[in-house]
């Protein structure tokens, strides 16, 4: 967790003291909270988008890197937990998209708020393991596969500096979403609104679909253009539906 006194891992780059609901954003491996630094234009006015700043990157990059989900998840739960002021929805990129289902168990257990939806994206869901490991793999085969995530562009890897510097990242990351241990539980009670790339070849039908089996509320599965990481650049279509679907969930 952040030192006492340390910035804050919770960034409101636009705060809107009058939105109807805060949007808690987590980044997918390797990433930080810059990921979402747009979406506060991309998104209506009325959602007021927080990125979360997960350990060992950017401004927390002097902390040490966690590589469990239940220990991210104690981690993000104590820095949204003096920000859960409002009605909140969780969302998730990759990594990010089991994080967010974690975390929503421990606000459960802690007997907190509970968010209105969730919104997982490119990512299956937990219940079904990840078969295709990648944290272990040699260095030269994990950038291989990186690269065909699309994670790594050419452009990235003529920097070796900024290659050091992010593999260990990737690598934590990679370990706490693949060696995550689901245990069964009631399911959630809020909507699981879940999205994917068409063209993302990493994450099959069957996994996004079982997310349904998670919570009580309503669940849908939506397939835009792009890979896994089709949700870079803010595209307009993601940005509409996801704050339809956010809309949607809210309390009347």
Sequence with gaps: ?????ARSPVVIRQPRSDARVRLFCFPYAGAGAAMY????????EDIEVAAVQLPGREWRIEEPLVTGLHELAADALHSIRPHLDRPFALLGASM???????????????????????????????????TDWLHDLPESELISRLRAFGVMSDEFLAHPELVELTLPIL????????????RPEPPLDCAVWVYAGRQDANVDLTRLEAWH???????AVHRLD??????????????QSIARRIHQSLPD
């Design 1 to 5: 967790m952040s030192p006492a006194g």
């Design 37 to 44: 630094r747009d979406w506060p234009v991309a998104l209506p």
């Design 96 to 130: 990010g998209g089991t994080l967010v289902f974690e975390l929503a168990r421990q606000l459960r257990r802690a007997g907190g708020s509970q968010p209105c939806c969730l919104l997982p994206l490119a990512v299956g869901a937990p219940q079904i393991p990840d």
């Design 171 to 182: 690598r934590a990351d990679c370990k706490a979403q693949e060696t995550y241990a689901f």
């Design 213 to 219: 089996k998670l919570t009580t509320a309503a669940s």
């Design 226 to 239: 792009g890979g896994h990481l089709f949700m870079d650049g803010c595209p307009p279509a993601l940005m």
